[in-house]
């Protein structure tokens, strides 16, 4: 059974830091990439980054960058969001989710359409 679980969102205040956790079970994490999205009410959903399966490469959505790191850990299974600085515009349900790779390569997606698991995503809301 392939499963992916967001955990770590909540409510912060701008300026502040989360650290969302994606646990994985099921698959042997060494051939996916990993991806992070974010839907806000009304919205489509876009990438936010992604990290290869050898996690050799990132890449990251413009509005992010300098704010928020990947990392992944293929011996834990969990990969991780780490976002700083938030901004009240950063509020929506973020999610992770897998897209099959050759092993250790640096295939990167940030399309939506490209993944094949998904988790049940996790609400982070940026408010004073």
């Known amino acids: 059974q392939l499963q992916l679980v967001e955990s770590g969102g909540g409510l912060v205040q701008p300026g502040g830091s989360l650290r969302l956790s994606c646990a994985v079970s099921?698959?042997?994490?060494?051939?996916?990439?990993i991806g992070w999205f974010l839907q806000a009410p009304g919205k489509e959903r876009e990438g936010v980054t992604c990290?290869?399966?050898?996690?050799?490469?990132?890449e990251y959505a413009d509005s992010v960058k300098g704010r928020f790191t990947i990392s992944r850990d293929n011996a834990k299974k969990t990969v991780y969001l780490q976002m700083n600085a938030l901004k009240p515009e950063d509020t929506a349900v973020y999610y992770c989710?897998?897209?099959?790779?050759?092993?250790?390569?640096?295939?990167?997606?940030?399309?939506?359409?490209?993944?094949?698991?998904w988790g049940q995503g996790t609400q982070v809301t940026v408010s004073s």
């Open positions: 989710a897998a897209v099959t790779t050759r092993k250790s390569t640096a295939y990167t997606t940030l399309a939506p359409s490209s993944y094949i698991y």
């Open positions: 099921g698959f042997n994490l060494d051939y996916y990439g």
């Open positions: 990290i290869s399966s050898s996690g050799a490469r990132t």
